[in-house]
């Protein structure tokens, strides 16, 4: 994978846990990571770029040196397990609250429509945590874009810095990229415009060059999710168009890969499979599957040709042993959701490994 060597083709997919109310990741964090290094890729949770990224609570980022410190423990427990792990950049664009942003400033978006039937995670009405419905966003002056662009870049250094092998631009499900990306989301009318093709994938390209530029290709990477819903994110008549259009410009520059989100288990529609092979002709790199992964439809796919890894998202939370099971038809634990977000290490690093629940 454009020099990374990965011991298998099983991804773990990013999840957020809401583990680190400080925002830095922590011991208990590397241990998570730690028991699921058995994945040929890990993908963090996301890791907000900035303060203004921020959408949820209790997430780690990665525009600090104490973040990166806390970041570098993770890393450091992944490599001595032979794991390979990108940091998974992340800015929510309007999918925030007030709650969520410094001195309760509104979020920032390409626009400034509010994502209807959207929640966040902040402070609720009695300042205690929980879901709140998104607050008005207020759409960046083209200066302030660059400031974002700027931001990825830092971020990625601080993630290299952190000993990360590479970054993941977080461009699907809604957040900010893809709310450049979305015709019916983006109505500016300068140089990012949704209006024209290149004016809505303008912000995505600039910000994996500066990535680029900051990283290399080789340790450049992007999630998206063509044809999702989450958000409010609705669909459009060139969604193929677009996507095809952006596979091109990130073949053009080479990068680690691309990482796509199949929104059907969120009840989107799904990636057509004959898109997924247009993509596939279109994009000479590696190309990554979430969303709905099953062992059957992850070994269909890699047999056709269609992707390269297949990447599990849910599955990993309460199988750190995934890849043990999977290669040796065990069966899977089913995690309890109601411990997904939050709390400590009860639901997260206390799911054991097939062969320690057997001795149990």
Known sequence: MRGHTLSNRIAMAPMTRSRNPDGIAND???QYYRQRAGAGLIVTEGTPISPSAEGFLFIPGIYTSQQVAGWRRVTEA????????????????RVSHVSNQRGGIAPVSSTAQIARNSQAWGLTADGTPGAVDVSQPRALSIEEVGGVIADFAKAARNSI?????GVELHGANGYLIEQFLN????DRTDAYRGDTLEGRVRFLVEAVDAVIESIGPERTAIRLSPYGGLFDMGQYPEI?????????????RNIAYVHFMDQRSRGSSPIPAGFLAKFRARFRGTL???GGMTRELAERYIAEGLIDIAAFGEPFIANPDLVERLRNDWPLVTPDRELSYGGGARGYTDY???EDAKVA
């Open 28 to 30: 208990l964090t590397a």
């Open 161 to 165: 810095d952190a000993g990360f092998d």
């Open 240 to 252: 193929e168009e677009t996507y095809l259009h952006i596979a091109d410009e990130l073949s053009k």
């Open 352 to 354: 054991p490994t097939y």
């Open 183 to 186: 015709p019916l989301v983006n």
């Open 78 to 93: 992944v490599h001595e397990e032979g794991g390979t792990i990108f940091a998974q950049l992340w800015h929510v664009g």
């Open 288 to 290: 990554v599957l979430a």
